[in-house]
């Protein structure tokens, strides 16, 4: 059974770093093919891909914030973290974490529950 | 980046009707496209895949096709627990892109 869990902080104050944690259990992301996603939707919003790592350590960022973001991961702990640095009002979302078994360009088919990070002072 | 345009972005139908939802892709991506439903306050969950393909468990009445830049999502005869926002996604290359998503509701 797959599971993947977000933690972290509920809130953080404008200018500080983001540091999420993605515990996932079911699989592992030493296997061929074992990506996991970060996504998130601020309140109302759409969806946005932010970054994913792969089983070979190879890391795929968001365009236009992939000067903010770092991804990585534990592989002996099943953990998967995401840094976000310079936070602002407008990052506030509701950050998701997501598994896709096929490879980089491939179906995320599993979520995580998600996390609702506020960015305000 | 591929640019994904999904319309519209909302939609209010009667239960029993056809809902057609379509996305745009801004180069082709053969049929590499999923489409999601999300329920307020949960995780986008996963209806259909390869752009036609119905994930295990899924209702029947929901479709899709297309391949290229186009694509259409279908919910043939609308259940009140259709209500939901949907959303299509690339995954043809990274950076991986979502359409802005459409709203159905019940009139």
């Known amino acids: 059974q797959v599971t993947l869990r977000e933690s972290g902080p509920a809130l953080v104050k404008p200018t500080q770093t983001l540091t999420l944690t993605c515990t996932f259990s079911g699989f592992s992301l030493s296997t061929s093919g074992m990506c996991v996603s970060w996504i998130r939707q601020p309140p109302g919003k759409a969806l946005e891909w932010l970054a994913l790592?792969?089983?070979?350590?190879?890391?795929y960022y968001s365009t236009s914030l992939k000067t903010r973001l770092t991804i990585s991961k534990d592989t002996s702990k099943n953990q998967v973290v995401l840094t976000m640095t310079n936070m602002d009002p407008v990052d506030t979302a509701t950050f998701y974490c997501?598994?896709?078994?096929?490879?980089?360009?491939?179906?995320?088919?599993?979520w995580g529950q998600g996390i609702l990070v506020t960015v305000s002072s | 980046d591929i640019q994904m345009t999904q319309s519209p972005s909302s939609l209010s139908a009667s239960v029993g009707d056809r809902v057609t939802i379509t996305c745009q892709a801004s180069q082709g991506i053969s049929v590499f496209l999923n489409w999601f439903q999300q329920k307020p306050g949960k995780a986008p969950k996963l209806l259909i895949y390869d752009a036609s393909t119905l994930e295990t468990g899924v209702p029947s009445r929901f479709s899709g096709s297309g391949s290229g830049t186009t694509f259409t999502f279908t919910i043939n005869s609308l259940q009140p627990e259709d209500i939901a926002t949907y959303y299509c996604q690339q995954f043809d290359d990274v950076p991986l892109t979502f359409g802005g998503g459409t709203k159905v509701e019940i009139k």
């Open positions: 997501a598994r896709s078994s096929k490879g980089v360009a491939a179906t995320v088919d599993y």
């Open positions: 790592i792969d089983w070979d350590d190879d890391k």
